[in-house]
């Protein structure tokens, strides 16, 4: 990212440079001759130099006096064109790129407070014009004309360059794509290189609150193997254990404030609501916690996530300006949505489970629970005719049987949950529910049929399971609840809607006993259909109803 703080001190010295070797250049009069031009050059690179100078041994000086900086090269330029007649195009260029210097500087500078650097914009411009149509060329012939290119030239340029330095002053760091830390540490840890690289801190430290607990942990980046640790001597040996904040550190982990600070001097640039504010000679925000943690200058930036704030502090960064504080903030911003990102999928995949759970535990119900339901009413039927009839033999058989399909389902339903990429193919659900029908009605000696039926409706694979379960808990409902012994099953698509009906002549429900299948209700509702149930004595009618996504 672009350090707008060593930016203004480069266009500043540019401006100076240029300014100089334009006035030992002149074809008239070339060399130093103490002329106002020669004079007024050396004495802007002087003072340009001594203050450039002073910018970069002490950030607080460089945000102290940028703005009055800035205020004196508007006065500069003023003086430029007050004692220097622009008839050249030496000195056309000269006040042009002295221009182009202000209007660029003051969008860095005062980006939060645009109108400033736009009044310094539209002052310098005026006065250019000004001064070249009123005074330097009204009076010569052909003079207005030129004149008004000149001063429409200046204000197109500057309108480009306002234009871009906005953007630049907006520029935004390079992608995160975050990695998952090592186990016990949160993500933003994995952005240490990250980080690094983009400010070039040295040091990093990342405070944080525990996502299941109220307690605060910080970890230190010379506690990590790679290349932040092997820049300071005084790593950790490879103990990657983050440390618990004690009582007085979470008192001062909660004062923390974005800022760029020196603890030894007791400065600080306080970045509040995008602007930034002096503190000096005063407590500062978090200190007792930065002391401990033995960041004496550096910056604090917070990571602002849905579950809280955490706080990212950085160190050791080479020729540390006030312009890391607007690079801190969107990098923090960059790991924030990052963070985001990865709590959302975090809470997705919980999600997932517990849905995954949750429909484990449908099938089992609607599949080995009613198997072993199925069993026990075979098992009863067999008492009463062991002893007296020759049909035990086929009742025993028939238990082997359903027992065998259902030993084929369950592995079905196995098969699916451990595979890693499900059949995403089309299936005729009617010649998957055809196929269970024998084994349903086996299972709960009933007669079940499919009736009045679509002969083919084409579904994904995954939801001729989901409706095939359906079908196998209202035959067991049918069989087990409402004591019925014949059961239809009619199966039609209608545009894009699938449409089940499941009527048995059991003993139904009164009307004030209606309620709703639990685990048929459940699956329904996932699916996004409807059901609608008729009840009474001696018949009972389910009408499910689902929409096929095209």
């Known amino acids: ?22 006035a030992l250049t002149d074809p008239a009069m070339p060399g130093f001759q103490l002329e106002f031009d020669d004079v007024f050059a050396l004495c802007y690179l002087v003072w340009v130099t001594a203050t450039t100078i002073a910018s970069l041994r002490s950030w607080f000086v460089d945000f102290v006096f940028s703005a009055p900086l800035i205020i004196a090269d508007i006065v500069a330029f003023t003086v430029l064109l007050i004692f220097l007649p622009v008839h050249d195009d030496a000195m056309i260029a000269s006040t042009l790129s002295f221009l182009a210097h202000i209007v660029f500087t003051s969008v860095l500078r005062w980006r939060s ?28 012939p052909g003079g207005s004309a030129h004149a008004l290119r000149m001063g429409l030239f200046a204000i197109v340029g500057s309108i480009v360059i306002f234009c871009a330095s906005r953007q630049i002053s907006r520029s935004v760091p390079v992608r995160f794509r975050a990695e998952d830390p090592e186990a016990g540490l949160p993500l933003p840890v994995s952005a240490f ?26 970890f230190d980046s010379r506690q990590l193997d790679g290349d932040l640790r092997k820049l300071d001597d005084r790593a950790g040996k490879g103990d990657h254990t983050p440390v618990e904040l004690d009582f007085t550190q979470v008192l001062a982990f909660r004062e923390l404030a974005p800022m760029l600070f020196d603890l030894a001097r007791e400065r600080a640039l306080i970045q509040r609501g995008g602007m930034i504010s002096i503190q000096e000679r005063g407590p500062i925000p978090g200190a007792k ?29 080479p020729l540390l300006g006030w312009s890391h504080l607007r690079s801190a903030d969107a990098i923090c911003t960059e790991l924030a949505q990052e963070v985001d990102v990865q709590i959302s999928a975090l809470n997705a995949r919980e999600a997932a489970l517990a849905g995954l759970r949750q429909a484990i535990a449908r099938d089992l119900h609607d599949s080995v629970a009613h198997s072993l339901a199925g ?26 049987d359903a027992l065998e399909a259902e030993h084929r389902n369950v592995r079905q339903l196995i098969t699916q949950l451990r595979d890693s990429e499900p059949d995403t193919g089309l299936r005729n659900f009617i010649e998957d529910v055809t196929a269970i029908i024998p084994n349903l009605a086996l299972r709960w000696h009933l007669s079940v049929e499919l009736v009045d039926s679509d002969y083919r409706l084409m579904v994904p694979a995954w939801l001729s399971l989901e409706l095939q379960q359906l079908v196998r808990e209202a ?48 699956r329904i509702a996932l699916l996004g259909g409807e059901l609608e149930m008729q009840c009474r004595p001696g018949a009972t009618i389910l009408l499910m109803s689902f929409t096929l996504q095209e």
């Not at 005026?126 to 009076?139: R, T």
């Not at 930065?290 to 950085?314: A, H, N, Q, S, Y």
């Not at 012994?485 to 429900?509: H, M, P, W, Y």
């Open 193 to 218: 290189d990250y980080i690094s690289n983009t400010t070039g801190a040295r040091r990093i430290v990342f405070c944080w609150k525990d996502r299941y607990d109220s307690r605060k942990f910080a």
């Open 289 to 317: 916690l930065l002391k401990d943690l033995g960041v004496v200058r550096g910056i604090c930036m917070p990571i602002i996530t849905v579950e809280g704030t955490d706080w990212l502090i950085l160190s050791d960064i």
């Open 1 to 22: 990212m672009i350090r707008h703080n060593l930016a203004l001190l480069a266009s500043r010295m540019i401006c100076a440079v240029a300014l100089v070797a334009i």
């Open 475 to 522: 035959v067991s409902n049918a069989a087990r609840h409402g004591k019925a012994s014949a059961l239809t099953v009619q199966c039609r698509r209608k545009a894009t809607r699938i449409e089940i009906t499941v009527i048995d002549n059991g003993k139904g429900f009164a009307a004030d006993e209606v309620a709703r299948p639990r685990s048929i209700s459940e």
């Open 375 to 400: 069993a026990k009413y075979l098992l009863l039927a067999l008492r009463t005719r062991v002893a007296d009839s020759p049909g035990a033999v086929e009742e025993i058989d028939a238990i082997r």
């Open 113 to 140: 407070r645009l109108a400033y650097a736009l009044a310094a914009s539209v002052y310098v411009n005026l006065f250019w014009m000004l001064e070249v149509i009123l005074i330097d060329f009204h009076a010569q």
